[in-house]
């Protein structure tokens, strides 16, 4: 994976926590990532080359006065102000490749000097086994602070370690495994042929981010929240504050838009097409 820096300008020094979104249903975590992106009015700082990601070009998706930017694949933002680089990721990983292409961003958040990396990802509605909305949308966490995923700081904020996890189950073991360098081929993950339903997180971008940082003595939390396909920009509002929160953001160094902290970017005006033609009706 190859940092291409914008001209005249270079990652801050003091932007020590990354960001980024692992794809997954309803695309939550890019869209969160966009909030976040809009709201503080991180600059983009460079773009990232890696040979495992689709190739994908489009208008800006923050500005709206046309001023020649283009949107690439993976991205690079940074907000001095909060002390943090927000990597956005607008198309897939080659299938078959995620663990490669984890194991190259693991590569780029250490040698750029992070220390923390969230990750923002969202699970099938479906699979859901304890549903409680009394209190709203719940968000679940997963941390490399201790062996069995759990973290203080996350469980202070009401969050629930995620459920699945355990890191002696087949799949995640096997993704540790390549995390930390095995000659096994990520074709044959033992998810694939016979897949259980202990299998489904670890099958999941976030799971194999999640490994390949870790395993590179990084700091790593993953917000993860469940949703459907459809309209996601709520559970996008949700996650982006759940992130706030851990990484105690100000709200001063927040641009905010004309109804509070939020600025909603500009590309999500248009994010079920144009307005219909009023003269058919």
């Keep these: 994976m190859e940092f291409i820096t914008e001209p005249g300008k270079q990652p801050h020094p003091d932007c020590s926590t990354m960001i980024l979104p692992a794809l997954s249903i309803g695309n939550v975590g890019q869209l969160a990532v966009d909030l976040l992106v809009s709201s503080t009015g991180a600059e983009r ?3 990232l080359d890696d040979p495992y990601t689709l190739p994908c070009v489009g208008n800006d998706a923050y500005g709206p006065i046309p001023s020649g930017d283009l949107a690439l694949p993976l991205e690079a933002y940074q907000s001095p102000a909060n002390a943090m680089t927000l990597v956005q990721q607008r198309s897939p990983v080659i299938k078959g490749m995620m663990v490669e292409y984890a194991k190259n961003m693991a590569e780029f958040a250490a040698a750029s000097g992070k220390k923390h990396v969230v990750i923002l990802s969202s699970l099938e509605f479906a699979r859901w086994q304890r549903i409680d909305m009394s209190s709203g949308l719940q968000i679940y ?4 602070s201790n062996t069995d995923g759990t973290d203080d700081s996350c469980a202070q904020l009401g969050w629930r370690r ?3 996890y355990d890191p002696t189950q087949r799949s995640w073991n096997y993704l540790s ?3 930390q360098g095995s000659t096994m081929q990520e074709s044959t993950l033992p998810f694939e042929d016979e897949p259980e339903e202990e299998d489904y997180c670890a099958s999941l971008p976030f799971a194999a981010l999640f490994s390949c940082l870790k395993a590179k003595g990084l700091k790593v939390t993953c917000i993860l929240c469940y949703c459907s396909e459809g309209d996601n920009m709520a559970d996008s509002f949700e996650l982006a504050e759940a992130a706030s929160k851990l990484l105690q953001l100000k709200p001063d160094n927040f641009i905010g838009g004309d109804d509070g902290k939020w600025r909603i ?3 999500w005006k248009t994010v079920y ?3 219909p033609d009023l003269s058919m009706f």
């Design 45 to 47: 700082i460079g773009y």
């Design 265 to 267: 970017p500009f590309s």
């Design 177 to 179: 495994s390549l995390a």
């Design 162 to 164: 995620l459920q699945d």
């Design 273 to 275: 097409g144009p307005p």
């Design 141 to 144: 966490y997963l941390s490399s």
